[in-house]
C-alpha cells in the first residue's frame, strides 16, 4: 500500500514565524510531489509542486525534496494569520492518481 | 480561480438512491480525476480519465462510474448509496497525464 505520511498537527506558530510542515512517502517511484493548502468547507488549492532533489522557492514558501529520505517539507517564512488552513502533501503515482496525506493543520496566532 | 466548476454544490440522498455529479472546464484539459475526501481526511482517489478513456482507478467499489465528454466535461455516478459515501467530492483537471491537478470547489454529498 502506497502511503504518503503526515503529522496531523495543529501546528501552531506566532504571526512572522517560520512553519515547517513534513511529509514522508513510501513509492521510491514517485516523481513528482505537490503541496496543497485547504480552507474549511473549501477545495484544495495547489501551492507548489517540486520534482528534483533540493529546494524551490516561490515567494514566502520553500518546497524541499529529498528523495533518498523519501521526504518532502513545505517552509512558510513570515507566516500570517491568512496561512491558518490545512495542508495537503500529495505525490504522484504513475502520471495518474494523487495520493494524499490526510494533512497539517496550521494556526498561525497574531 | 482555476477555471474548473462542480455541480451541484451541495447534495440530500437517501440510501439506496443514485446520485450523479458533474465537472467541467473553461480550458482543454485532456484529464480529469475525481476524489472522495471524507471528513478528516485527506482526498482519495476515485479514477482517472484521459482522452474519455478510463486511465486508473482507485480502491472503490464499481458502482461508483464515469465519463469524460468530448468537450472536456466528466460525470461522477454513484449507484446505491450508502451511508459512507457522504463526503466532499472532488474533481480535478489537468492538461495532460501526469500534470499539476487543478481542483474544482467540490460537492458535499449527504447520505441520509
Known amino acids: 500500500q502506497k502511503e504518503v505520511e503526515q503529522n496531523s498537527g495543529p501546528l501552531s506558530v506566532p504571526e512572522g514565524a517560520i512553519a515547517s510542515l513534513n511529509c514522508t512517502y513510501s513509492d521510491r517511484g514517485s516523481q513528482s510531489f505537490f503541496w496543497y493548502r485547504q480552507y474549511s468547507g473549501k477545495s484544495p488549492e495547489l501551492i507548489m509542486f517540486?520534482?528534483?532533489?533540493g529546494d524551490k522557492e516561490d515567494g514566502r514558501f520553500t518546497a524541499q525534496l529529498n528523495k533518498a529520505s523519501q521526504y518532502v517539507s513545505l517552509l512558510i517564512r513570515d507566516s500570517q494569520p491568512s496561512d491558518s488552513a490545512t495542508y495537503l502533501c500529495?505525490?504522484?503515482?504513475?502520471?495518474?492518481?494523487?495520493?494524499f496525506g490526510k494533512g497539517t493543520t496550521l494556526s498561525v496566532s497574531s | 480561480e482555476t477555471g474548473v466548476t462542480q455541480s451541484p454544490t451541495h447534495l440530500i440522498k437517501t440510501r439506496g438512491q443514485q446520485v450523479t455529479l458533474r465537472c467541467s472546464s473553461q480550458?482543454?484539459?485532456?484529464?480529469v480525476s475525481w476524489y472522495q475526501q471524507a471528513l478528516g481526511q485527506g482526498p482519495q482517489f476515485i479514477f482517472q480519465?484521459?482522452?474519455?478513456?478510463?486511465?486508473g482507478r482507485g480502491n472503490f467499489p464499481p458502482r461508483f462510474s464515469g465519463l469524460q465528454f468530448p468537450n472536456y466535461s466528466s460525470e461522477l455516478n454513484v449507484n446505491a448509496l450508502e451511508l459512507d459515501d457522504s463526503a466532499l467530492y472532488l474533481c480535478a483537471m489537468a492538461r495532460e497525464r501526469g500534470e499539476t491537478q487543478y481542483f474544482g470547489p467540490g460537492t458535499r454529498l449527504l447520505v441520509l
Open positions: 480550458s482543454g484539459h485532456n484529464t
Open positions: 517540486i520534482y528534483s532533489n
Open positions: 480519465y484521459y482522452r474519455e478513456e478510463e486511465n
Open positions: 500529495a505525490v504522484n503515482q504513475a502520471g495518474t492518481a494523487l495520493i
